[in-house]
Every structure is written in structure tokens, then in C-alpha cells.
């Protein structure tokens, strides 16, 4: 699979998505995921995005994603989503 050939191969993580049109401007698509999908589809939450509702990680799991991955940008994503939970 291809997929498979871009984690194993490459170390592909994510890929990234941009629109200079849509609203929502960048969507990451998570390929190798330490947590499984069928945890974070049931705890996804829905995002109208035109007349679309896409199914998106939650905010719990995506700071444990930042978490894991460990990077310096990852880790200072995770401070910011964590005062989004606070308000």
C-alpha cells in the first residue's frame, strides 16, 4: 500500500492540506497515528465546513498527538490549546 510505503519508507507522519478559498485554510491528515482510529473517531468532533461536516480529532487527543510527536513547535501548540480549554 501506499500509505504504508510513505510511513515506513519516508517516516511520513502527517501531510498537509491548504486553500487560499476555504475558510479553515490548513487540515492536517494524520497517516501513522499512535493513537487508534477507532479511539479517535468514536471521541471526533464535527466541523461544518461549507454544507460538509468533517469528522476532526478531538482537542484532548490532539494535544496527546502534539505530545507524542515532541517536537518544539508540537509542544508550544500544546500550551495554546490548553488555555483554549481553560476559557
Known amino acids: 500500500m501506499k500509505r504504508n510505503s510513505w510511513v515506513h519508507e519516508k517516516g511520513m507522519k502527517a501531510f498537509d492540506f491548504y486553500s487560499e478559498i476555504l475558510p479553515i485554510g490548513e487540515i492536517d491528515i494524520v497517516i501513522d497515528s499512535p493513537i487508534p482510529y477507532e479511539e479517535l473517531k468514536n471521541r ?16 484532548h487527543d490532539l494535544i496527546e498527538l502534539k505530545l507524542r510527536a515532541g517536537r518544539k513547535q508540537d509542544l508550544a501548540d500544546v500550551e495554546h490549546l490548553r488555555t483554549v480549554l481553560e476559557r
Open 44 to 59: 471526533a468532533i464535527r466541523v461544518e465546513l461549507r454544507d460538509e461536516k468533517i469528522p476532526t480529532v478531538s482537542i
